[in-house]
């Protein structure tokens, strides 16, 4: 009984030491594939190999009092060993030779449990990059002496190569670059529609090159240049557009849909096909353009991707000085070309684009705790992304049926079409694919419906909109991904008391303290990721009291 309750307040200890240091000492991160503990004299190893099991998960752990130190490749050595004044020392040595040493004061009446945390604490720094290792000892001179003569020489066989220790990454999915930057080329035909009637139909043929730039949430903005040549009576007609777009792209999985709308201007100028032709020119034209472009975008890389696609245009322009459509007339007194007036034009274009997934200027200065700022990053992207569209990916582990039946002010659903609005929101029902976010690999097997919310908020409905978000993921026991900032805004947790300790009592009663370990990693990280109940469990955790 005794040494149930041990195990029960160590249990404990481990919970609220967890809460309380936010799982800065995640042993996810695992320095090698294999562990291998020295203890010193005064150390249980069987209460040894418990505690480090408990605190790193991942790697095969070996605990032993005797022998020497040795394992292959991909290992790690430590050793734990009483110090001065009853304290422990800590020391770990990589493969490649670097040891990193640790010194902890008396400890309590376990030093069991004191040198397992201190020892995966170190391990994680190790991870991260944060621990300094030892300096190597000053090589020591010595004399050699000279062997009487008697002696046979002694062949001193040569070093074994070092090991080096394969640090295990953390797995972790792939973060799509924050903005994507590249240019774009292709081949376009216009034709003119409307008054003057005349010269109704194609107006040239020619290509465009430009830059885009997309924001991962879908913002668009790009610099294009256009040229058209048209030939009639002798007469050549060349156009070149310049244009600066805005605009959004929705991308589901290797499909793209590209909306842009532009501002124009285009000079224009007109001579005969001679060589020693002189060449007429006027006033540019202004106008605006609205484009729709669908097509593929094919991930190379994770940084880099390819776009193809086929454009249609709609645009209007008039002269610069009359405010009219312009019409050219050959000195025969034919009229043979128009400029200006509505235009419709196809063409087909390829991009390349490179991502950079660098943080933000804005990001590196915003000091303060992670769930305060990604809610301030979230209104402040609200309010510049205004006038285009920002999305939201909430991902459900159960049926959102029955919670998308209750209608509220702003939320219209029609369950046959899997569909419906949230003010300005349009709202749809999808499966799970490939390319939505997910807060762990897990959750890939546990999703069962994905609800995608794209479109703008007003200052009346984003709180709205966002409290109905968070209470659909609790519903669902789901999560809330935003787009603008790139990052879980809201991730499900049990935080009913009751239920907490009915769980944590189960898992005791039948001896699962493994995965009792495994459930409070995965709430310090949920904590971590997100705001949500996650804490409120650790701390409650950490008050049971067992009989």
Not at 91 to 117: I, N, Y
Request: hydrophobic share 45%.
């Amino acid at each position: 009984m005794r040494v149930r309750l041990a195990v029960h307040a160590s249990i404990v200890c481990l919970a609220g030491l967890l809460a309380g240091t936010h799982a800065r000492a995640s042993t996810r991160r695992e320095v090698a594939e294999e562990l291998v503990v020295r203890a010193g004299a005064g150390l249980d190893t069987g209460a040894l190999h418990e505690a480090i099991a408990l605190r790193i998960s991942g790697v095969r752990l070996i605990v032993d009092t005797e022998g020497e130190l040795s394992c292959g490749p991909g290992c790690t050595l430590a050793r734990i060993e009483r110090a001065a004044e009853e304290g422990l020392r800590i020391s770990v040595r990589l493969g490649d030779g670097r040891v990193f040493m640790r010194t902890l004061s008396a400890t309590a009446a376990e030093p069991e449990r004191a040198a397992a945390t201190s020892l995966s604490h170190l391990l994680a720094a190790i991870a991260d990059g944060t621990a300094e290792p030892e300096p190597p000892p000053e090589p020591k001179l010595v004399a050699a002496e000279s062997p009487a003569p008697t002696s046979t020489p002694q062949v001193c066989p040569p070093p074994p190569p070092p090991v080096v220790a394969r640090p295990v990454a953390e797995r972790s999915e792939p973060a799509s670059p924050r903005f994507e930057l590249g240019p774009t080329v292709g081949l376009v035909t216009a034709f003119g529609v409307g008054r003057p009637a005349a010269l109704a139909g194609s107006v040239g043929n020619g290509g465009f090159v430009g830059v885009e730039m997309r924001h991962r949430n879908g913002l668009l903005v790009g610099f294009e240049a256009r040229g058209l040549g048209a030939r009639a009576d002798g007469l050549r007609l060349g156009r070149v557009r310049l244009s600066v777009a805005l605009g959004h792209s929705l991308r589901r999985g290797r499909f793209e849909l590209r909306t842009r709308a532009a501002f124009l201007v285009e000079p224009w100028w007109v001579g005969a096909r001679t060589e020693a032709a002189r060449l007429q020119s006027g006033s540019p034209l202004l106008g605006a353009a609205l484009s729709l472009t669908p097509g593929l975008s094919l991930a190379l890389a994770p940084d880099l991707r390819v776009d193809i696609g086929l454009r249609v245009e709609a645009a209007m322009s008039v002269h610069a000085s009359d405010g009219a459509v312009v019409q050219l007339i050959a000195p025969s007194g034919a009229p043979v070309f128009r400029l200006g007036g509505f235009e419709l034009a196809a063409a087909a274009e390829i991009g390349v684009r490179w991502g950079q997934a660098a943080p933000s200027p804005l990001s590196r200065a915003v000091a303060w705790s992670e769930p305060a700022r990604t809610r301030v990053f979230v209104k402040l992207a609200t309010v510049l992304f205004s006038l285009v569209s920002i999305g939201f990916t909430i991902l459900c582990t159960q049926s959102p049926e029955r919670f998308l039946r209750k209608r509220t002010q702003w939320l219209k659903w029609e369950a046959r079409r899997r569909s419906g609005t949230f003010g300005g929101m349009s709202l749809w029902w999808a499966e799970l694919d490939a390319d939505d976010p997910l807060p762990e690999p897990e959750w890939a097997e546990r999703v069962i419906a994905v609800i995608h919310a794209n479109g703008r908020l007003s200052d009346d409905t984003y709180d709205e909109f966002d409290s109905w978000t968070e209470a659909l993921a609790d519903a669902t026991h789901g999560a809330v991904y935003s787009h603008p900032t790139g990052s879980f805004t809201h991730i499900w947790a049990d935080a009913d008391p009751k239920r907490t300790a009915t769980r944590t009592r189960e898992l005791l009663d039948v001896g699962d303290f493994a995965g009792l370990a495994a459930w409070i990693r995965e709430l310090v990280a949920a904590q971590r990721r997100a705001v949500n109940a996650a804490g409120s469990q650790l701390h409650w955790i950490g008050r049971l009291r067992f009989r």
